[in-house]
């Protein structure tokens, strides 16, 4: 028991400082190579803690082995942007002037499920209270607020049309049914087809982006009472 302990010692020492060695972003905000090193080291440590039958030095060893390939992948992504970008990815424009971009987001493997759930995490509820946003590299989500944002009470806008297809999920809220939402979305020129987005708050303010189109700001009525 006490090998095992002093063992856990070393490596508990050994990562403390390669970790510290490795800079601040490795214990914040991550790009996609050094997420995969920390795991790996992770699991190098687990190992010779774990059993004592092997070398204590395999672990150590392994472990500095992958601090040198981060360092080199460090210096080869600030070596120029070529380089950057095949290691860490680049950022990718999701929100522009014209709304959402369904194309950034599925080179992304990311739905507007996904794209909303983010936005929430940095304060903003609407698709519009964003000039733009863009997902980072380390897919964190960076917003530039919109001017004309104001505030529009507690009513949280729910995702009624999803690339074309109709959110069943969501309809039953506001009381209506498929073809309400169709007959709505052609009232303002459009279909449900030709629709990449489209959100109701509480308040009937309508969010709609069609395909290759700036999206607009309609009013939605809803049936008397109801509120979420």
């Known amino acids: 028991m006490l090998v095992t302990f002093i063992r856990t010692l070393i490596i508990f020492i050994t990562l403390i400082i390669v970790m510290r060695l490795m ?6 905000e991550m ?3 050094e997420f995969i090193v920390t795991l790996i080291i992770a699991d190098l440590a687990c190992v010779p803690m774990a059993d004592v039958s092997i070398p204590l030095t ?3 060893v392994g472990i500095f082995a992958l ?3 981060h360092q080199l992948l460090s210096v080869l992504e600030q070596s120029g942007s070529l380089c950057k970008r095949i290691i860490s990815g680049k950022p990718s424009l999701v ?3 014209d709304g959402v971009d369904i194309r950034e987001l599925r080179k ?3 739905g507007l499920d996904d794209l909303i759930e983010s936005m929430r995490n940095c304060g903003y509820f609407s698709l519009d ?4 946003a863009v997902f980072e590299s380390n897919g964190q989500l960076s917003a530039l607020e919109s001017k004309q944002k104001t505030e529009r009470g507690c009513s949280l806008p729910l995702l009624i049309v999803n690339c074309g297809k109709t959110v069943f999920r969501n309809l039953a809220i506001i009381k209506t049914d498929k073809r309400g939402v169709e007959e709505f979305i052609k009232q303002t020129g459009g279909s449900v087809k030709n629709t990449e987005v489209m959100t109701v708050d509480g308040n009937g303010r309508t969010y709609i982006k069609e395909r290759r189109s700036k999206f607009k700001i309609v009013q939605y009525r ?3 009472g109801v509120k979420w």
């Open 23 to 28: 800079g601040k972003r490795q214990i914040g």
């Open 31 to 33: 790009q996609p190579f």
């Open 58 to 60: 395999y672990g150590i």
């Open 67 to 69: 601090f040198l390939l």
């Open 95 to 97: 929100i522009n002037k």
């Open 108 to 110: 992304n493997n990311m």
């Open 129 to 132: 209270d964003v000039d733009y």
């Open 222 to 224: 809803l049936p008397e």
